[in-house]
């Protein structure tokens, strides 16, 4: 049987992320989305609903989110769900929790770099598509081509 597990979700930060570091060192970003729906019922009223969502974020990912990210800014995430399983202290009763484990993100608000005191946000790495992790190499431009006009595409 075929699986396959991929979520993609834009929402505002519910918070500032929360970044710390495993042993090792490596860097762990947890951060929540709020993420909206409107909808209209029936009788024509309108509703909103929210949805709030844990997110987790390693390595220089999780760096970034934590440097340039504050409660409220919007957030595009790219990842996969993941279910935690843990018994709890008190009650002995299994607790479980839905998150997404970050694998990408965009920063939505580009437009506020522009702003006094507001820092240029990297923009984070791609991971390598199936073409270049098998050794394609894309052709890089010529520096002295003149740039090709539209009507000299040949289709």
């Not at 790219?78 to 965009?106: A, I, P």
């Not at 920063?107 to 522009?114: A, C, K, Q, T, V």
Request: glycine fraction near 8%; charged fraction near 30%.
């Amino acid at each position: 049987m075929a699986s396959f597990n991929k979520v993609i979700i834009a929402g505002n930060l519910t918070r500032d992320p929360e970044l710390r570091y495993t042993p090792k060192g490596t860097a762990v970003a947890r951060l929540g989305l709020a993420v909206n729906r409107s909808y209209t019922t029936e009788s024509g009223e309108r509703k909103e609903e929210v949805n709030f969502i844990d997110v987790e974020a390693f390595g220089r990912q999780a760096e970034v989110l934590a440097q340039y990210m504050k409660k409220g800014r919007p957030l595009l995430v790219e990842g996969r769900l993941k279910l935690d399983t843990w018994e709890d202290k008190n009650t002995h009763q299994k607790q479980s929790k839905l998150k997404v484990v970050l694998e990408g993100f965009s920063f939505i608000d580009s437009n506020r770099e522009g702003q006094a005191g507001a820092p240029e946000a990297p923009r984070p790495r791609q991971a390598p598509t199936a073409a270049a992790s098998a050794g394609a190499v894309a052709p890089s431009p010529e520096p002295d081509a003149p740039p090709v006009e539209e009507d000299d595409v040949p289709f």
